[in-house]
């Protein structure tokens, strides 16, 4: 009788052929293709009344997979799921054995099918992982199985049980979840602190100066002995905010000090002083780090950055793209030590491997952080990559080489110089003007990184020189509101406050913008009306939905459900029977038009000469009435910026909504006139002026 094959199950189609390749003839692969068994779309699918029970189902389209999983797994050897090593992938190992029929009635493996059943996980599909993690087998981590489904279970409660007083108080068809609300709140009272902010004018002084024909330019300091720059903190509900202005706010006070400086032909040199300083490599990439570089380096999204992860990883080049963790193992360290000494030389390895420990809390330590699973020549695979995946994975694949190699290397070395320079004459103040150069005098760990800024080189002078003036210059300035979120500095937030974990960033920023919640313009995430006014009414009823220590707190708590420190169902029960009851009363108090107003205008109704407000209507924003409904008046909302269209030169440019929310300026001559752009032409008319 042939011996039978082990089967071996995964999640991805994509990992089938490399998992077979080293694991040989004896074993059989194949592919769940991701979850088979879910909650429903069509009902709660949680029983509240029975310890919040899940009631799972196949997922549609997914029964011809189960099916075909139960014909290979009564003819196999032993059966191994190896699924992906974090929460989601081993609940989608322990739907797989629940639809296999191994389990108990507890969840666990059956005792007729704990020898045939096991779990293998790896971090990395290269040969060595592969057989190193079927060698040693392992149970179910019925932790994370719990982790899980506490997770999935909230957040079907919370989305279930808002979303229809949403769509009967504002739009139908809107969504809440537990952190996309969270999420779309930072962007949402960020507008709201940019909009608050009082800009006021500020200006600052300069001289140029030549000094045996080489130029100078340097910035005044302090003024009578009193620093002229002052920094002014702001407290923002996601922290504070620093911002910057001078002592010189008026046009007034900026003439009277130029005047003056005009009486100083020369300047003395007060000080010169040198120094040197280091700069440490940066952590290997978690993956809120890898989502934030690739967006600020490369111009993607968390969803492409992880879309293109998840390819490279399937294929063998990097290790598991989920993790919080900025471990290197010996099996990298070593040969990335090696690669450094041979390709750069000996002052480019420290004397010791580099750790780094991660600041988040609960951070798994015993993963690894994100690197490439072999230290070779980096052209080679990424050309290679380019031509089996495509240009953006190799360029992403680059990113994380450069970084994981580059934290093994030693520190960069820097000269810092700092000029002080007094004007020479009999003036009506006491002036210091300072320059400042830096330059790098050994690269170090940027050989692999690269550089983000240039040198700046001032003139080597000593105490005692004389530059002569060339001219004093002034440049006005605007204290700056804080800056809109971009999709980098809002996973920064999210991890900070412990909102949501490393694999739910991608998809929180992706539904916030699907829902049109959140358009983008250029980089920034501009919260829709509709956005605000979801985050007010939750606000308003719910704040601990959208309360940041609240959901930090309970992200905690389903993290200790992981390490085995809590029963998931009395985390779920503190939450659910206080939420029930609010939502209860809520439908009963809430009035649709509470939430229908967003702000009176400074526009009287042409009929009845009311105060006009804009709405919010199924397809956006309106003029209405205040007297609604006595006076019917109703107009299209049109926001202006203040620039005719540049084709026509007739028509305003006004600001669109695409349907899934992303804005765009078009003609108000529309259809006539069909000039658009995705770009602010009032940015390109500001660079060419």
């Given at each position: 009788m042939p011996k039978k094959k082990n089967l071996v199950v995964v999640e991805s189609p994509t990992k089938t052929k490399s998992i077979a390749k080293y694991l040989g003839k004896d074993f059989s692969v194949t592919s769940s293709k991701g979850h088979i068994i879910d909650l429903p779309k069509s009902k709660l699918g949680v029983d509240v009344e029975n310890n919040y029970e899940p009631l799972y189902q196949p997922i549609r389209g997914k029964g011809n997979v189960i099916k075909e999983l139960k014909k290979l797994a009564k003819t196999a050897g032993k059966i191994y799921l190896a699924t992906d090593l974090d929460r989601e992938g081993e609940a989608i190992a322990w739907h797989i054995a629940s639809a296999l029929e191994v389990l108990d009635k507890k969840g666990h493996l059956s005792k007729d099918s704990a020898d045939k059943v096991k779990r293998v996980v790896f971090s990395e599909i290269t040969k060595d992982a592969i057989l190193e993690a079927f060698d040693h087998p392992r149970d179910f981590d019925y932790g994370l199985i719990d982790a899980y489904q506490a997770r999935r279970v909230l957040d079907r409660l919370v989305g279930y049980k808002l979303s229809p007083l949403l769509w009967k108080k504002i739009q139908f068809g809107l969504s809440a979840g537990r952190v996309q609300s969270v999420a779309l709140r930072l962007i949402v009272e960020r507008e709201k602190e940019r909009e608050d902010f009082k800009s006021t004018p500020y200006y600052k002084i300069a001289m140029n100066g030549v000094k045996e024909g080489k130029e100078l330019t340097a910035e005044l300091t302090h003024l009578d002995d009193e620093k002229i720059e002052t920094k002014n903190k702001l407290s923002l509900f996601a922290g504070e905010y620093t911002y910057s202005q001078t002592l010189i706010s008026t046009k007034e006070k900026l003439e009277e000090l130029e005047n003056d400086l005009k009486n100083a032909k020369t300047f003395i040199v007060s000080s010169f002083e040198s120094a040197t300083y280091s700069k440490k490599p940066s952590a290997p990439f978690s993956t809120s780090t890898l989502q934030r570089s690739a967006s600020t380096r490369l111009g993607l999204t968390p969803k492409s950055t992880m879309y293109l992860a998840q390819q490279l990883y399937e294929e063998g080049y990097i290790t598991y793209h989920r993790t919080d963790s900025f471990n290197l193992s010996e099996q990298f360290v070593s040969p990335a030590r090696d690669y450094i000494k041979n390709e750069f030389g000996d002052e480019y390895l420290p004397d010791e491997a580099i750790t780094y420990a991660s600041s988040q809390k609960n951070a798994q330590e015993a993963h690894e952080a994100i690197r490439p699973t072999s230290v070779g020549d980096l052209k080679e695979?990424?050309?290679?990559?380019?031509?089996?995946?495509?240009?953006?994975?190799?360029?992403?694949?680059?990113?994380?080489?450069?970084?994981?190699?580059?934290?093994?290397?030693?520190?960069?070395?820097?000269?810092?110089?700092?000029?002080?320079?007094?004007?020479?004459?009999?003036?009506?103040?006491?002036?210091?003007?300072?320059?400042?150069?830096?330059?790098?005098?050994?690269?170090?760990?940027?050989?692999?990184?690269?550089?983000?800024?240039?040198?700046?080189?001032?003139?080597?002078?000593?105490?005692?020189d004389v530059v002569d003036v060339n001219d004093i210059t002034n440049s006005q300035h605007d204290t700056s509101p804080p800056p809109r979120y971009t999709d980098s500095s809002l996973i920064k937030d999210l991890e900070e406050h412990g909102i949501g974990r490393p694999s739910t960033y991608a998809p929180t920023i992706d539904t916030i913008i699907y829902r049109n919640y959140v358009g983008r313009e250029s980089s920034a995430l501009v919260p829709s009306d509709i956005g605000k006014a979801v985050t007010h009414l939750l606000v308003d009823h719910f704040p601990d939905i959208v309360d940041l220590s609240f959901t930090a707190d309970m992200e905690n708590q389903l993290d200790d459900v992981a390490e085995g420190k809590g029963v998931w169902q009395e985390i779920i029960d503190e939450f659910y029977k206080p939420f029930e009851e609010t939502i209860e009363k809520k439908e009963e108090e809430l009035e649709r038009s509470d939430y229908k107003v967003i702000a009176e205008l400074d526009e009287k109704c042409p009929d009845c000469d009311h105060i006009l407000v804009s709405k919010l209507g199924r397809y956006g924003k309106f003029k209405s009435c205040s007297n609604f409904p006595e006076c019917k008046y109703a107009a299209p909302f049109i926001e202006k910026i203040g620039m005719n269209c540049p084709d026509c030169k007739d028509g305003d440019i006004i600001i669109r909504h695409t349907k899934r929310g992303k804005i765009f300026y078009g003609c108000s001559n529309y259809p006539k006139c069909k000039w658009a752009s995705w770009e602010d032409p009032r940015k390109e008319e500001d660079e060419s002026a």
């Open positions: 695979a990424s050309l290679e990559i380019e031509q089996k995946i495509e240009q953006k994975a190799a360029k992403l694949y680059e990113l994380i080489y450069s970084r994981a190699v580059a934290s093994q290397m030693t520190n960069a070395q820097y000269k810092r110089d700092t000029l002080t320079l007094k004007p020479n004459g009999n003036l009506n103040h006491d002036y210091v003007f300072s320059a400042q150069g830096s330059i790098l005098t050994f690269d170090g760990f940027i050989k692999m990184w690269g550089r983000t800024a240039e040198d700046r080189d001032i003139p080597q002078l000593k105490e005692g």
